[in-house]
């Protein structure tokens, strides 16, 4: 079965530029999804289809994908972005959905 | 507003069930496929299940197949999770979600509801 592969952690200074990685193999030829899960709270969709963000998200977070590796990037970081996010594809060949591991990210 | 409210965890014993149940508002539930996705306490997120409008298809995850069944009633605006001969490694709160489908043949959930837990112990 298909395998996301993310860093566990992550952490940014307020303001800076963070990039959270997701690996797969020729993950450039799947779309990529991405959510941001809160302490405590139920994920929230902040990129879905590569690069589109759903009505309500900040410019703030793009998202990119290429080859072996999808990317969120979140400019401006701000300390309420500090949460869990993971990718997540959808796995034609079995009909599953596939969701990385998951990345915590910390705001300094 | 869309909106997803699961109900029906709780504490179970190994080898016993349970059924859950998430109420769906703000959306035209019949059009929409519906997904069960998992996460157990400090861990990451597992997709469960999907069914179909209609409800004729279905697909499980490998390690809940013969055990969970997914249905939904459209007149009710409800999803339904039955939980049969659970594990403790079934631990963990369960999601209710709308399944976006793209032509291109991929999928993602939004929104999400708030969760129910379900502990499988002795």
């Known amino acids: 079965s298909y395998v996301l592969t993310q860093p566990p952690s992550v952490s940014v200074a307020p303001g800076k530029t963070a990039r959270i990685t997701c690996g797969g193999n020729?993950?450039?030829?799947?779309?990529v999804h991405w959510y941001q899960q809160k302490p405590g709270q139920a994920p929230v969709l902040v990129i879905y289809?590569?690069?589109d963000r759903p009505s309500g998200i900040p410019e703030r977070f793009f998202g990119s994908n290429s080859g072996n590796t999808a990317t969120l990037t979140i400019t401006r970081v701000e300390a309420g972005d500090e949460a869990d996010y993971y990718c997540?594809?959808?796995?034609?060949?079995?009909?599953?959905?596939?969701f990385g591991g998951g990345t915590q990210l910390t705001v300094l | 507003e869309v909106q997803l409210v699961e109900s029906g965890g709780g504490l179970v014993q190994p080898g016993g069930s349970l059924r859950l149940s998430c109420a769906a508002s703000?959306?035209?539930?019949?059009?929409?496929?519906m997904s069960w996705v998992r996460q157990a306490p400090g861990k990451g997120l597992e997709w469960v299940a999907n069914?179909?409008?209609?409800?004729?298809?279905?697909y499980y995850v490998d390690s809940v197949k013969g055990r969970f069944t997914i249905s939904r009633d459209n007149a009710k605006n409800s999803l339904y999770l039955q939980m049969n001969s659970l594990r403790a490694e079934d631990t963990a709160v369960y999601y209710c979600?709308?399944?976006?489908?793209?032509?291109?043949?991929?999928?993602?959930?939004?929104?999400w509801g708030q969760g129910t837990l379900v502990t499988v112990s002795s």
């Open positions: 289809y590569d690069s």
């Open positions: 703000g959306f035209t539930f019949s059009n929409y496929w």
């Open positions: 020729n993950i450039g030829s799947k779309r």
């Open positions: 997540q594809v959808w796995d034609s060949s079995s009909d599953h959905a596939v």
């Open positions: 979600a709308r399944l976006r489908i793209a032509v291109a043949g991929t999928s993602w959930f939004d929104p």
């Open positions: 069914i179909k409008q209609d409800r004729s298809e279905n």
